[in-house]
């Protein structure tokens, strides 16, 4: 009994609220927020329209004349739907999901869909369940893809190792979308089980599937495609995304911190390609939120590389929405969310005010408060307990074997093979490498040597490491190499630069050795200051000391990657 009461009342809610809607539409009732004579774009008619616009209930009710409870005048401004980032890891932003919605919602982003597989390749499910908790009922809509790769390949030891089985719950979530970018595109292509079995599950639900699958072609991609990817976002150049667009799937058009796309697919922004296509990130760095921006920036340079203003606008919100089938944003039209973004014109593209849901969020860049979501503590405490390692000592990084020697490529994440070596030596530039697992406690350092770091002293550490978060470790000696070692593991993880034992700057990541319990500025600072210690060291101008040190542990990009078990060459596929 009580179960119907409950549902009936649910109902009669819903109908009170609908009722309201209607009355306000027809103009019989005042609204709860009008936009008094709005220039607005039309995604649909693909022009500018002109006319009030009314919200009731967080909800567009419909433009025209109207008059409202609250009124505001944005004679002489533009309105925007409110903007969606089609593909993000909200941990690539090294805050918690407060901090980063606080971000990016005065960029004019109201929607995001993250692929949680860095906390999750740290805590497993348990990774999905916090990032839940921690995005409910922010004032950015934060909706999820599963992980399909946890960890990425067979060769990564991460915190957990996830088949279809271990996800499948998590379809039922209200916010979860679908299956996130499947990395492994070998094993889709090469009719692997247990990958493609993530798939068709996926598909069982009716869900999603984003790719990654940079560089396939002919049958192989026609294999992908065929097995149910529906998207991709590592097209790096034109041939390749319009193959893929061929073949039916949407491109993500991705100008992040680590990849930038844009100028290079940009020709995409056109009547004859744009309905399959939308913008995302993929990784936003501090930095690049705090002094460039979000999907804003994307717009106002795809607008300056010649793009038609209306046409990227679409791209940043309407395209993505009708992609995963969020059918109510996207768009300015009644029964469409109250999101917009109100700038000054399409060439300045400066953002004024953000609205969800009807509420005004942000004002010239000041962001309104809003609650912090709650997490259950088992959660809290499992995000500030992950790592395993015993306390290290030089000898643990003493090896007198021949290694293999990555050699880093100024302003790229790929490396070359640079031979061997069987000591650090800082004079050639040949530095120790190594790769410490932290998950379980197992004790594998994996050991090799680089070139290209430029470190002319101490160490460089961090448990940001792709994307099995590993303890990764760069040194000219090394006592200095297990000291930085030990002291990401004290900070619970984090970033430490270090010179003769002592850290001469640190970022921590106490949140899964990967984001921060700390403002979005402070930890800009704190890896700024990182960044100019690592710099004053040695470190090559043209290299992120970080940011490019954490992908010379993923081992599917070539030519040398450093695993927990040694140097990978993953052209050969075997280690050396």
């Known amino acids: 009994m009580s179960v119907k009461e409950s549902y009936a009342g649910k ?45 009731a209930e967080g909800l567009i009710v419909g433009m025209g004349e109207y008059s409202g409870i609250e009124e505001v005048d944005v004679t002489g401004k533009i309105v925007l739907p409110g903007f969606l980032d089609a593909h993000i890891h909200l941990e690539s932003s090294l805050v918690n999901p ?101 798939i068709v599950a996926s598909q069982a639900h009716h869900k999603k599937i984003d790719g990654h699958a940079p560089g396939l072609v002919g049958n192989d991609l026609n294999a992908y495609v065929a097995a149910g990817v529906y998207s991709d976002h590592e097209c790096s150049d034109l041939d390749d995304a319009i193959a893929k667009l061929q073949r039916g799937q949407f491109i993500m058009i991705r100008e992040g911190t680590a990849a930038r796309n844009l100028e290079a697919l940009v020709p995409l922004l056109c009547d004859k390609y744009v309905e399959r296509c939308m913008f995302c990130t993929d990784d936003k760095h501090p930095s690049d939120l705090l002094e460039k921006g979000h999907i804003d920036y994307i717009v106002k340079k795809a607008i300056s590389l010649g793009a038609e203003p209306i046409t990227a606008i679409k791209a940043a919100c309407h395209n993505a929405a009708r992609y995963f089938l969020l059918n109510n944003r996207g768009a300015i039209a009644p029964g469409y969310l109250g999101d917009f973004v109100v700038i000054d014109n399409f060439d300045d593209f400066n953002i004024e005010l953000v609205f969800k849901r009807g509420e005004l ?17 088992y959660l809290v405490n499992r995000a500030h307990n992950t790592f395993h390692v015993k306390e290290l000592s030089a000898d643990d990084f003493i090896d007198v074997r021949p290694r293999g020697v990555l050699g880093m490529v100024s302003g790229e994440i790929i490396t070359t093979d640079a031979g061997y070596s069987d000591k650090i030596d800082v004079a050639k530039d040949i530095l120790k490498i190594a790769v410490i697992e932290r998950h379980k406690n197992t004790g594998h350092i994996g050991l090799g040597y680089i070139k290209g770091y430029g470190l002319k002293s101490g160490a460089v550490a961090t ?21 930085a070692v030990n002291r990401v593991v004290e900070l619970n993880g984090g970033i430490v630069v270090l010179k003769d034992g002592v850290p001469t700057a640190e970022v921590p990541l106490a949140v899964a050795g990967i984001m921060s319990d700390e403002p979005l500025t402070t930890v800009n600072e704190k890896l700024e200051y990182a960044k100019a210690k690592a710099y004053e060291a040695g470190v090559s101008k043209g290299i992120d000391p970080f940011m490019t040190l954490s992908f010379t542990a993923l081992p599917v990009i070539p030519a040398l990657r450093i695993t927990t078990r040694g140097v990978f060459d993953v052209n050969s596929q075997q280690y050396i």
């Not at 921690?134 to 960890?151: G, H, I, K, W, Y």
């Open 463 to 483: 448990s940001i490491t792709h994307d099995s978060h590993n303890i990764i470790v760069v040194g000219t000696n090394e006592a200095d190499m297990a000291a």
């Open 11 to 55: 109902i009669n809610r819903k109908l009170n609220k609908k009722l309201h809607v209607i009355e306000v539409a027809s103009g019989r009732e005042k609204a709860d927020l009008v936009l008094k004579n709005a220039t607005y774009v039309n995604v649909f008619s693909n022009e500018l329209c002109h006319g009030d616009i009314a919200v």
């Open 98 to 198: 407060k901090e980063f919605a606080k971000a990016v919602l005065a960029h004019g982003t109201t929607t995001v869909i993250t692929d949680p597989h860095e906390i999750t390749n740290v805590m497993g499910t348990d990774g999905i369940e916090y990032m839940l908790q921690a995005t409910e009922d922010l004032p950015v809509d934060v909706r999820f893809m599963l992980p399909s790769c946890v960890p990425a390949t067979p060769l990564d030891e991460s915190g957990a190792n996830l088949d279809y089985r271990a996800i499948d719950s998590f379809y039922d979530h209200p916010r979860v979308q679908g299956l996130a970018e499947v990395m492994n595109s070998y094993g889709v292509i090469h009719s692997d089980a247990e990958v493609v079995s993530k």
């Open 361 to 377: 969020m942000c004002d010239h860049g000041v962001v309104a408060d809003f609650d912090t979501p709650e997490i259950d503590a």
